[in-house]
């Protein structure tokens, strides 16, 4: 059976700025007009080339500010962008991110005007740059950035956001798509003009306005080219929404595909007719005092979805946590549970009985099933957050498991694959609290034998954290954000790790043919259904021979690998010779350089300490130089060049030029500079969780301010940075403080509620990544920790920066100010 896959588009955004209906700007200008957006993607056996050019002119009488703006996906990385202003193209260049700060403080106390675009480890992707355009002059952005496809539930995901904000005399989009094996899936559903996810997405018309071509059986065409009258149907204002293309391949005749090209190979592996392991699956769920209403109440709409999905032989049990944890146990009846259940308001410590019956892991049976859909119905939040209770008592059922199916011996007496998904919408407050604690403590007692799938619900939830927990024991952690979808996001993510079909499987080459050092990650602790695993390495033959191994429902299971050489043409040669690295390259060198940073965060150093580093990032950092990847370890300069010299195409990194370095462009965007700035670059603010696609989509980059600025940019004004306050100095405060807690309007629909200010002895830590109001990168940190001097006078200043730590009152406070 062929499996369909999905690549959605990922993703532009391309927009002048909000502007009167009247086709003016504020200032009574005519307004930018984008006459040409074109978005290119050429996507070759899974790996993603994505060029966003959009021309702008400028059709006022006086000069004004036209902005770009592109969404990409969190896996991207940016490898080149192209600015063309007055026939000059001026290209940008990567540096290592300390460097290219050292170039921005160097550049700012000269007088010099210019930027650098840092990508930041947090999860974010916005890409901003705004331009000065003289009157009837034009401007054009090229933007490319490059992404490794993954499979999902059988489907390969590439999306695009188009939002520019007005009618394009010239829009369009094209996927050319290029495959080793026949496209057997080829679908565009209909424009899609919501980021949350849709229940009846599946059955989705398709989009009239796209046309499609097969070439070959091995690939395919999609073209997006709608008329401005098309344009005017879909929204008067112009599109707003999502391009999603759908494919997969076939997999039939070889499950095991390895494609050789340029002294580089990629294995693709992926064998979807297997019979699903059985799995122990232990769901943790927070069920403290901050998971109160719509949170709780999606948490039990999810879960009864997610209980209806068990396959049958599957095992599982249901934790929940708060001050303290107890597991469900499918031999009390309702009183006694809940009963047992009031227990979670205490805090055991660290002496709790941990003793455990073997009836707190059920058989999934449709009455057991039942039966837990109704303990779940009737979840009720309690207080704190004691998030070691919750794993270590999930540890404890997982050992229970392994004690009762102590091996394996035959198919049907199969030892269950033991998953723990674990999910929080905070951060431990109650019991163990330090998170390396916890993780070093989680990851000592499971040994690898439990893999810990970690879901972090809303912003207030340390994402970090989470991600280290569950890179360290052979998971992965993604964020839920709070929206009306949540329940379906939570049965979606279920669902990627729902049917394992493979345990330990293992890629093994023949000696001789493979540059060991060069190979990512060989072993892989499972494979999902409607997944696929990646390895890629350099060769030292144009030969690859071996077999990948694992464990499935029929016992040890080989598959023996058989290699397609590819034919792609030889890649250009530079100026000075040199020849380009081929795609098959490329993704050997993104593959790697993601890999190396996910073993980077899961190591324990003092991250603080500049000096202090990991072999892991060292290479990162070589590797991202090497093929120009902005990545968390490195910077995007843009350069205007030495005005002097005229040349068709100039690249920025040749020492003949003059950099001008301008301040961060801080809202959406892109905000207006000082008049004559002639390039702002920056902006890269965050897209709130769950707003519609046309504000942008999903996780996003931080802002491009350097800790080093000298100035930031507000508004269009120059103005110093924030500098901090004391707590006398909040002048609003005296008459909302009741002892040590405050009386705020941060509720659902502005309701006021009482939080706490931070104790006298407080320790300033962060408390989960945050973007201020002025889009700058920042982190929640207790009120008296950073009262900014901007919002001492007015409550109404302060609330943009609130955020919350459980209980108490926070400040979003820039990182600069750490």
């Not at 490059?146 to 695009?160: A, D, F, P, Q």
């Not at 350099?538 to 299971?557: A, E, F, I, M, R």
């Not at 390259?585 to 593959?591: G, P, T, V």
């Not at 120059?718 to 005296?734: G, S």
Request: proline share 6%; with cysteine; charged share 20%.
């Amino acid at each position: 059976m062929w499996d369909t896959a999905v690549i959605v588009l990922a993703l532009l955004c391309c927009n002048c700025g909000t502007a009167p209906t009247d086709g003016t700007t504020d200032a009574g200008n005519i307004k930018p007009e984008i006459y040409s957006l074109r978005v290119e993607s050429d996507i070759r056996f899974r790996y993603a080339r994505t060029v966003i050019s959009s021309r702008i002119a400028n059709p006022s009488n006086e000069s004004q500010e036209v902005s770009f703006s592109a969404v990409l996906p969190e896996t991207a990385f940016i490898s080149e962008f192209l600015l063309e202003v007055e026939g000059k193209v001026y290209k940008a260049y990567v540096k290592e991110k300390e460097e290219a700060k050292r170039d921005y403080t160097e550049a700012v106390n000269r007088g010099d005007t210019a930027a650098h675009v840092a990508l930041n480890a947090r999860d974010s992707n916005r890409f901003t740059v705004s331009v000065n355009v003289e009157p009837k002059k034009k401007v054009t952005f090229n933007l490319t950035y490059e992404e490794l496809l993954s499979r999902k539930l059988g489907t390969y995901k590439h999306v695009i956001n188009l939002d520019p904000g007005q009618i394009v005399r010239d829009l369009s989009v094209e996927v050319r798509i290029n495959e080793s094996a026949d496209i057997t899936t080829l679908n565009v559903p209909a424009l899609r003009t919501s980021n949350e996810i849709d229940a009846d997405s599946s059955t989705g018309a398709t989009n009239p306005l796209v046309t499609t071509e097969h070439p070959t059986p091995h690939s395919a065409v999609v073209r997006f080219v709608p008329t401005a009258d098309q344009q005017r149907e879909l929204a008067s204002d112009g599109i707003k929404g999502q391009l999603v293309v759908e494919y997969d391949v076939s997999r039939t005749e070889n499950p095991t595909q390895v494609l050789i090209n340029d002294g580089y190979f990629v294995h693709f592996f992926s064998p979807d007719d297997l019979k699903p392991l059985r799995k122990q699956v232990t769901f943790v769920l927070d069920v403290s005092g901050s998971m109160s209403g719509r949170k709780i109440e999606q948490l039990r709409e999810a879960m009864t979805i997610i209980l209806g999905d068990l396959n049958e032989g599957d095992l599982f049990s249901i934790i929940l946590f708060s001050a303290a944890a107890e597991v469900w146990d499918i031999a009390l009846n309702e009183t006694d549970m809940n009963k047992k259940m009031q227990h979670l308001l205490l805090d055991y410590g660290e002496n709790a009985d941990n003793k455990l019956t073997p009836s707190v892991i059920a058989m999934a049976t449709s009455d057991n099933i039942e039966k837990a859909k109704k303990f779940v119905a009737q979840l009720e939040v309690y207080g704190g957050t004691n998030i070691y209770d919750g794993l270590k008592k999930a540890l404890d059922v997982a050992e229970l498991g392994r004690s009762t199916w102590p091996g394996r011996k035959a198919a049907d007496e199969q030892r269950p694959e033991p998953i723990i998904i674990f999910l929080t919408d905070g951060q431990p407050n109650t019991g163990v609290s330090d998170p390396d604690t916890i993780v070093s403590r989680v990851t000592d007692s499971n040994a690898g034998v439990s893999s810990i799938f970690s879901l972090a619900l809303g912003s207030d939830a340390d994402f970090g954290f989470l991600k280290k927990l569950s890179l360290r024991n052979t998971g992965f952690a993604r964020k839920i954000y709070e929206a009306s979808d949540t329940a379906l996001q939570l049965r979606d993510f279920y669902r990627q790790v729902s049917s394992p079909l493979l345990a330990n499987v293992t890629f093994k080459y023949n000696e001789g043919q493979v540059e060991e050092n060069s190979l990512t990650t060989q072993s892989f602790r499972r494979l999902f259904f409607g997944s696929e695993l990646v390895v890629a390495g350099h060769l030292l033959k144009d030969d690859v021979k071996g077999q990948v191994s694992g464990w499935s429902s029929s016992g040890d299971t080989s598959f023996p690998i058989s290699p397609i050489i590819v034919s792609l043409p030889s890649p250009p040669t530079t100026d000075e010779g040199n020849k380009t690295a081929s795609s098959m390259e490329r993704l050997w060198a993104y593959l790697t350089i993601q890999q190396l940073l996910e073993k980077d965060a899961s190591k324990d150093y003092d991250r603080s300490d500049k000096n202090q580093t990991s072999p892991e990032k060292e290479r990162a950092l070589q590797l991202a130089l090497k093929y120009s990847f902005v990545t968390p370890l490195t910077s995007l300069v843009v350069v205007k060049p030495n005005e002097t010299k005229s040349v068709d195409a100039e690249d920025a990194s040749e020492s003949n030029r003059k950099q001008f370095f301008l301040p961060s462009a801080v809202s959406g965007f892109g905000s207006p500079g000082a008049a004559g700035v002639p390039l702002i670059v920056g902006g890269l603010a965050p897209v709130p969780p769950g707003a519609p696609v046309a504000a942008a989509a999903s996780p996003f980059f931080p802002p491009s301010l350097s800790e080093d600025a000298v100035v930031h940019t507000e508004g269009g004004n120059f103005m110093e940075p924030a500098q901090l306050a004391n707590l006398t100095d909040v002048k609003w405060l005296a008459g909302l403080l009741n002892d040590s807690s405050v009386s705020l309007p941060v509720g659902m629909n502005g309701t006021t509620e009482v939080l706490q200010l931070a104790a006298a002895n407080e320790t300033n830590v962060a408390h989960g990544s945050c973007t201020t109001p002025p889009s700058e990168p920042g982190y929640c940190r207790h009120f008296k920790h950073c009262i900014l001097d901007r919002f001492t006078n007015s409550l109404e200043d302060y609330l943009p920066y609130f955020c919350r730590i459980n209980s108490f009152a926070g400040v979003c406070c820039p990182d600069y100010l750490e």
